[in-house]
């Protein structure tokens, strides 16, 4: 009996599968196919990039995935190397000829996965409505059609963009030692060059060929992030760098071996734009970001926009010209004067420069602001759910509107993405089903770890109570 074709869903930007299940060489070429399809009925003859992280096989992967594409008469150029996906977003973004990118990649999921992210002819995430598309003309079995496509670099262009952002002479004269740690991703060798060129001393971990990753997770939060933490301190450097898989999102680590949450990660970040550069306009934040963000923005005279969580949403507010950042949940930071789309690689170099500008060590920098800004604790916890109990909860949600929790009244309860209860000293609690899987995730910030954990726990208990 011959095998039932499996049925290829995209997710927010693109695909993911295990390559122990559906993330085969057939399943890679129906989707290039489909987008082949696609990309050359509505522009023929366009030109589309394509690049790949370290992951089992990505480079073959991606020269089937050009290979198909060409087949459409669609001009096809792959990276000669691994590339983070933002270089292939920006090299795209700057060929007026080009309509997309297709990037092999799981991004931060764990070496088990393969992946296959989708980005338009801006660099940018492509419509759901592309997506939908591409799936309808997803065929039952692999093509065998092939065509002609070209080699190139697609580094040195970027790398060279890169560094014309920050201030050489000050990174040069204050010559800072940097631990990176590109987490044997797509931004392995890539950084420590550049930062290298640019004047720093650096020392670089986990950049042998490794397709198991050593065991741990591409993603830049502990507990995948002690192996830098502990070089920072080993190595006496004044930071550290983590980039995730394919380097689109990265971590700063202070010379105490301590990582920077998101809450003051991201405001250092955007004061360094604000004042260092002079960027002056709105920040997009999605409803899951710390409050402090919001607070550093106000205090630099910045705007704020909340949006629901995923980065599409994000970026549809960076197609207004007023936007100098868009940051998600974790800390991956967009700077739309550069690339509407993440770009870990950029915000390493503004945390060196940072430094570098400062000469202030970071945990002197970090403890400076929460001064400015006050200290706000964040914490998140999965509920996991059976798809009926799942389910249940969805339906009961809409009519959610508590006048307390953990004890406080709420001054403002909003269900624009799940269920998001405010209180008046900025803490605030948020629940939120997953549109993927049977969970619910509940999020919550307040002024001390106690009162957070409290919020945490009366949202977990609404949780229970709904089912």
């Known amino acids: 009996m011959d095998k039932r074709a499996d049925i290829l869903r995209f997710g927010v930007d693109g695909w993911t599968a295990r390559f122990d299940d559906s993330f085969t060489d057939e399943n890679v070429v129906r989707l290039a196919d489909a987008l082949g399809l696609v990309w050359a009925s509505a522009w023929p003859g366009a030109t589309v990039y394509v690049g790949f992280d370290t992951r089992h096989a990505a480079r073959e992967h991606a020269w089937l995935v050009a290979g198909v594409l060409a087949s459409y008469g669609l001009v096809v150029r792959l990276s000669d190397r691994v590339c983070p996906t933002p270089a292939v977003a920006w090299t795209c973004a700057r060929d007026e000829s080009a309509v997309g990118a297709v990037v092999l990649t799981a991004s931060e999921r764990s070496c088990e996965y393969g992946g296959l992210i989708v980005r338009g002819r801006d660099g940018g995430p492509v419509p759901h409505e592309f997506l939908d598309e591409v799936e309808q003309a997803v065929s039952l079995s692999p093509t065998a059609s092939r065509g002609a496509f070209e080699e190139l670099d697609l580094m040195s262009d970027y790398l060279a963009s890169l560094a014309a952002w920050v201030d050489r002479p000050s990174i040069e004269a204050a010559r800072p030692k940097v631990v990176v740690d590109a987490m044997y991703g797509a931004g392995t060798e890539h950084l420590a060059r550049l930062l290298s060129d640019l004047g720093c001393e650096v020392v670089e971990i986990h950049v042998e060929p490794r ?144 430094v570098a500008r400062s000469g202030k060590s970071v945990s002197t920098m970090a403890a400076e602001l929460e001064q400015s800004i006050g200290t706000m604790w964040y914490a998140r916890r999965d509920l996991r759910l059976d798809p009926a109990a799942s389910q249940a909860f969805r339906n009961v949600l809409p009519g959610l509107n508590p006048g307390e929790l953990g004890g406080r009244a709420p001054v403002e309860v909003s269900h624009a993405d799940g269920l998001r209860v405010q209180f008046e000293d900025d803490a605030w609690a948020l629940i939120r089903p997953s549109r993927t899987s049977s969970v619910v995730r509940v999020y919550a910030e307040a002024s001390s770890a106690q009162a957070r954990d409290a919020l945490l726990e009366a949202a977990c208990e609404l949780v229970r109570r709904g089912l």
Do not use: K
Request: proline residues 6%; contains cysteine.
């Open 211 to 354: 397709e198991d990753f050593g065991g741990i997770h591409p993603d830049p939060r502990d507990p995948w992030a002690d192996s830098c933490e502990q070089a920072v301190v080993a190595h006496g450097a004044d930071l550290g760098l983590l980039l995730d898989g394919d380097a689109d999102r990265a971590a700063v680590v202070d010379e105490a071996g301590n990582l920077l949450p998101a809450r003051v990660f991201v405001p250092l970040i955007l004061g360094n734009l604000v004042m260092g550069h002079g960027a002056h306009g709105r920040v997009v934040t999605t409803l899951t970001c710390s409050a402090c963000i919001e607070r550093e923005a106000g205090r630099l005279g910045c705007e704020t926009t909340s949006v629901p969580v995923g980065f599409t949403r994000v970026y549809r507010e960076m197609l207004e010209p007023d936007v100098i950042m868009g940051v998600e949940e974790y800390g991956g930071i967009c700077v739309p004067a550069h690339l509407r789309e993440r770009d870990g690689l950029l915000v390493s170099l503004l945390a060196v420069e940072m």
